[in-house]
């Protein structure tokens, strides 16, 4: 398998909002619903993803519960709040417009 393409600037927070939009979840399980939603294509690193989830959180976009996880273990779950909602569709709405643009100017022959 190739490497995976790095992702874009800002792109982790879009892709955490929607699937935290499905529902609740924990750290790992964010990360690995990226990767299955992705095809395999996109694999975030802890490194990367718990520092924004941390900075989502500060932003009010997400909040954070102590848990058990599938296989008992303690486990933070991150959830959507009222703002997280609103972000996730101002999100979705900048990268629709901003992959149309790409998609023009990279389909010019």
């Given at each position: 398998?190739?490497?995976?393409?790095?992702?874009?600037?800002?792109?982790?927070?879009?892709?955490?909002?929607r699937?935290?939009?499905?529902?609740?979840?924990?750290?790992?399980?964010?990360?690995?619903?990226?990767?299955?939603?992705s095809?395999?294509?996109?694999?975030v690193?802890?490194?990367?993803?718990?520092?924004?989830?941390?900075k989502?959180?500060?932003?009010?976009?997400?909040?954070?519960?102590?848990?058990e996880?599938?296989?008992?273990?303690?486990?933070?779950?991150?959830?959507?709040?009222?703002?997280?909602?609103?972000?996730?569709?101002?999100?979705?709405?900048?990268?629709?417009?901003l992959?149309?643009?790409?998609?023009?100017?990279?389909?010019?022959?």
């Amino acid at each position: 398998m190739s490497r995976p393409p790095d992702m874009l600037q800002g792109m982790l927070d879009l892709l955490i909002l929607r699937v935290l939009q499905l529902e609740s979840m924990h750290g790992w399980a964010i990360g690995h619903r990226i990767r299955q939603l992705s095809d395999e294509v996109l694999q975030v690193q802890q490194g990367s993803l718990y520092p924004a989830l941390h900075k989502l959180e500060e932003q009010g976009w997400i909040t954070s519960t102590w848990g058990e996880s599938e296989n008992r273990r303690r486990a933070k779950y991150y959830a959507l709040t009222r703002a997280g909602r609103r972000r996730v569709a101002e999100e979705t709405a900048q990268w629709e417009r901003l992959s149309a643009a790409i998609a023009l100017v990279v389909r010019t022959t």
